[in-house]
């Protein structure tokens, strides 16, 4: 039996605090559930809390963060070591062997000088999940907060293959992603490519041959002309383009910052795309809930690890109210509905969860569904948008094609005595 210290809710909405014993922290929910409790937070006697990315910034500095000398890991290199230590942790091997083995079979320069440090650290005393947490820029809070419910609860191989499950779909999502706007992308960089070669070479030797003082060439064909002069124009164009580039990189710093609220608001509200946005965050959602419920984390506790990992802060900040409802004794479910953001298939299920006491599994179950849908809705995108794009392109290539042979056409008709 274990000694816990626990936080809870009470149905009138009172807060409790005090301690109980369990035989591990499953159970000592199970008990406080029970009683009608709600639990906000929970740990044992030698237990570090976990800590979500909002308290962290609130109740210490954050964790320091190393820069790797010998090159960038990617999300790729992350879930390849999280795989390999979910292996070698459920081998039997002792962590600091894991870590040694790992490195040893890592062929990418920067991956080994990262479990170097994470060696280093470990060997001086710290846990695992402490480790990871000072490098924030590649092991997100998601990940600590699992590789910490393994450690303090003994279930560090179910929670690390947990892990590398998230991770896997999280690639499987970016891959669908990029390979659905790889072809998009050609397609407007060949048609710019091509507009640009029309407009600065083919149409002023096309219309040079034409042009005369007494010849009044057609609004397309004038409109087309000018813009060719100031492409050629170099002191026009490359000030233009100059200021074209820094409106690109103040926009994209006002995203990154202050406007980042209304940038995801306007994208889930892009027709295709935001069907999209919407469906991988539900999934995640889904899938990132279910499986810090089955570790043994506290609601409370995995809504402030999940709201990071939605990719958007209009959804963030609505799982940031459901926090702040379900702190003062709301169920989970209520507060979802009430967002209007969230699918009623997910608010059934969480509400079928809360009162079966398998919130767990019933979101891990949903997650495929949600999955699949964020799949259909990928395909469905990279159906449409190619051919969106496609249709673009052919008008401004007719458009272009036609102000061209307008001027030769009027030209023959005048000659020709119409």
Avoid at 286 to 303: C, F
Wanted: charged residues 20%.
């Amino acid at each position: 039996m274990a000694q816990y210290q626990y936080q809870a809710v009470t149905d009138s909405g009172q807060t409790i605090s005090g301690s109980l014993e369990a035989l591990d922290r499953r159970s000592a929910l199970a008990a406080l559930a029970g009683k009608g409790h709600f639990v906000t937070s929970i740990m044992a006697g030698t237990e570090k809390a976990i800590v979500t990315p909002r308290q962290q910034t609130l109740d210490k500095a954050p964790p320091k963060s190393y820069s790797l000398r010998s090159g960038k890991v990617t999300g790729k290199d992350v879930l390849s070591f999280v795989n390999q230590l979910s292996a070698a942790i459920r081998a039997g091997l002792p962590m600091l062997d894991c870590l040694q083995i790992i490195r040893r079979q890592s062929e990418k320069a920067a991956v080994g000088e990262l479990i170097r440090e994470l060696e280093d650290s470990v060997s001086s005393g710290d846990a695992l999940s402490d480790a990871m947490g000072h490098h924030p820029k590649i092991f997100r809070p998601l990940h600590c907060a699992l590789v910490r419910v393994g450690e303090t609860g003994g279930l560090l191989d179910q929670t690390s293959l947990q892990l590398a499950q998230l991770l896997k779909r999280d690639e499987a999502i970016k891959s669908s992603m990029k390979n659905a706007a790889a072809y998009p992308i050609f397609i407007l960089t060949l048609g710019f490519v091509a507009v640009i070669v029309i407009m600065t070479w083919l149409l002023p030797t096309i219309i040079a041959t034409i042009d005369s003082p007494d010849f009044n060439m057609p609004w397309p064909t004038r409109l087309l002309m000018g813009i060719s002069d100031f492409i050629r124009n170099y002191y026009y164009s490359v000030p233009s383009l100059v200021i074209i580039i820094a409106l690109f990189y103040g926009f994209k710093k006002w995203i990154d910052g202050p406007g980042r609220i209304h940038w995801d608001g306007f994208k889930i509200k892009i027709p295709v795309m935001g069907p999209v946005l919407r469906s991988i965050a539900v999934g995640r959602f889904a899938r990132t809930l279910g499986s810090l419920t089955k570790g043994g984390v506290t609601i409370l506790e995995a809504l402030g690890v999940v709201r990071d990992t939605l990719g958007n802060e209009v959804l963030g900040r609505e799982i940031d109210d459901v926090t702040e409802k379900v702190r003062v004794g709301a169920a989970l479910a209520e507060p979802l509905e009430e967002s209007g953001r969230f699918p009623h298939l997910l608010v059934q299920i969480i509400s079928v969860g809360e009162q079966t006491g398998k919130l767990d599994e019933l979101l891990l179950t949903a997650a495929e569904t949600f999955d699949e849908d964020a799949d259909a809705a990928i395909e469905k995108f990279m159906a449409i948008m190619p051919a969106v794009l496609v249709l673009l392109l052919a008008v401004v290539i007719g458009f272009i094609i036609v102000a061209t042979i307008l001027p030769i056409w009027s030209l023959q008709m005048s000659v020709g005595g119409f």
